[in-house]
């Protein structure tokens, strides 16, 4: 997927989840998005083919926008476990404040588009994580006796699993911090060397 910097695309995109995400993919035009982002209806066409091809863009631009602001905290830690702290924290304040945005995200690549999109979007962050894993074993702060790659993958979608069921399905047996540190210690018998 091409990453834009443009400051139009930028604005676009962001006018674009404010508006979809009030009315609803649905019943939001092409029009409603660039009257919002202040451009022509043309400029919408040189970035977007479609009002359903601004998914992926807002897909991406929600994972790049939550593996920054998880670097920016991680960059305050020293151990593996308090970078797994930081990840779930993080992980679950953004499924709060984007759940929406979330939701749309995955009914629109659902229909629309296929596995190896999302795959390809999450590739920087799963590279990322890898690195985080790489280093915990050579600190010998974790085991080593798995498959990194896989292992990231599974870590990512678990916690994040767990966020979404937490703040999407409003599956809340237990209170917000329980679920977290639930998440953690699960994380921390798998991987602990002991």
Known sequence: MMSHTNEKYDKILQAAIEVISEKGLDKTSISDIVKKAGV???????????????????????LMYSLSNIKKRVVETTTFWEKIKVFIDETYRITDEYKDVLVLCYSGLALEYSLETWETIYTPYYHWFEEILQNAIVHEEIISNFHVEWTSKMIINLVENAAERFYIAKDQDMELEDSKEELFRFLERSLSIK
């Open 40 to 62: 022509a209806q043309g400029t919408f066409y040189l970035y977007f083919r479609s009002k359903n091809a601004l998914i992926p863009a807002i897909a991406e631009n929600l």
